[in-house]
């Protein structure tokens, strides 16, 4: 099993950044892939991006892409997103997850996720 505890999130103006973090604990960091998901209010949860056990290979939904950034340090058990050029549509509850060995777009197939971390952008 593997806990998650993502921070990092905040109130920022459109076309601000920001940089998430999810540290895990409690398994090997380095077995799991992990994804990122966001859920605004009224809407599905829906896949922002993923990431391989090595750090490889990344995915992104297209309305991030080339504005979001994945990474992870197996070294410090974390994964991150950095967020660029955020837009009002960007905020949500932005929450991480972990799921055994092969990376996956849909949320269904994460096994363990974290509490989420709020981000809000203004207009």
């Known amino acids: 099993q593997v806990q998650l505890v993502e921070s990092g999130g905040g109130l920022v103006q459109a076309g601000g950044s920001l940089r998430l973090s999810c540290t895990a604990s409690?398994?090997?960091?380095?077995?799991?892939?992990m994804g990122w998901f966001r859920q605004a209010p009224g809407k599905e949860r829906e896949f922002v991006g993923t990431i391989s056990r090595s750090g490889g290979k990344t995915s992104y939904a297209d309305s991030v892409k080339g504005r979001f950034t994945i990474s992870r340090d197996n070294a410090k058990n974390t994964v991150y997103l950095q967020m660029l050029s955020l837009k009002p549509e960007d905020t949500a509850v932005y929450y991480c997850?972990?799921?055994?060995?092969?990376?996956?777009?849909?949320?269904?197939?994460?096994?363990?996720w974290g509490q989420g971390t709020q981000v809000t952008v203004s207009s």
């Open positions: 997850a972990a799921r055994l060995l092969i990376t996956a777009q849909a949320a269904a197939n994460y096994n363990y």
């Open positions: 409690g398994s090997t960091f380095s077995t799991y892939a």
